[in-house]
């Protein structure tokens, strides 16, 4: 399916993580023009324009999001597969865990979508992903429950204040994937999780992305205000994470 996004400008950020490498890869695939952002601009993938752009950082933010407009000639699409995790229980937890997963994954990436959208083209879209840990219970990491929560509702809010412009706005919540952040879970606790999704497996980061780059498409043009859940039936179970 010719997914129709050749010459469409897309701003992604969050570049060199798992799930943000394959979405780079479908979309120069798909024929986009693409900048790609990420904090530390030595770990992209070299596919599209490479951006340093911290989501910490107000002004970086600002910087980049012009830079982005100036090298593609105007922003179509904004996707963001950016993240911070800092694993610990609740009473583990200090004001600064909270505080660090909330900057990047919340404030910076609520700081990137109003600067976005304000040099963004009408009828374009934006994509944000989160994680299922907004509607289960995580108790090995109780900020990002709480940022993927609030993610959620921001991508819900923005769908209405910019559908009179036409732009779309999606979130993905992945369940368990493939990526570095499974480096910090024993094998045990692997074989534990991949017990308690129904598929009995943990997702490859180009399940998601593949999922994303749709959305993100013409072909996707009447959804907005919603998350799609790729999280091989894992939520349906309703059990907390551990």
């Known amino acids: 399916m010719d ?7 897309v701003l992604l950020v969050g570049a060199s ?3 943000g490498v394959e979405t780079a890869k479908l979309l120069a695939a798909e ?5 790609s952002a990420a904090r530390r601009v030595e770990r992209l993938p070299g596919i599209g324009t490479p951006l340093a752009l911290d989501l910490t950082d107000e002004e970086s933010v600002a910087v980049g999001v012009r830079n982005a407009a100036a090298e593609l000639g105007g922003i179509d699409t904004l996707i963001v597969t950016a993240a911070r995790n800092e694993f610990g229980k ?3 937890s200090d004001r600064d865990a909270w505080r660090n997963q909330f900057e990047v994954k919340y404030m910076g990436i609520a700081d990137l979508c109003r600067q976005t959208a304000e040099v963004m083209a009408d009828g374009g879209c934006i994509v944000l992903v989160t994680g299922i840990a907004a509607e289960i219970p995580f108790s090995g ?7 993927n929560a609030a993610l ?15 732009i779309r706005v999606v979130a993905v919540s992945p369940g368990f994937t493939r990526t570095e952040r499974l480096a910090n879970f024993s ?13 009995r497996r943990v997702a490859e980061p180009e399940e998601i992305a593949s999922v994303v780059v749709f959305l993100a498409s013409p072909r996707a043009s009447y959804v907005t ?5 790729i999280d091989g039936g894992r939520t349906n179970i309703g059990a907390p994470m551990p």
Do not use: M
């Not at 024929?31 to 900048?35: D, E």
């Not at 959620?152 to 036409?166: F, G, V």
């Open 90 to 92: 609740l009473e583990e």
């Open 141 to 147: 990491n109780p900020a990002g429950g709480a940022s």
């Open 187 to 199: 094998g045990d606790q692997l074989a534990s999780i991949e017990a308690d999704i129904p598929l």
């Open 3 to 9: 997914l129709q996004l050749t010459g469409n400008r």
């Open 31 to 35: 024929g986009a023009s693409l900048v």
């Open 152 to 166: 959620t509702h921001l991508a819900k809010l923005l769908s209405i204040e910019l559908a009179s412009r036409n």
């Open 225 to 229: 205000g919603t998350t799609v859940v």
């Open 17 to 19: 993580g798992g799930i």
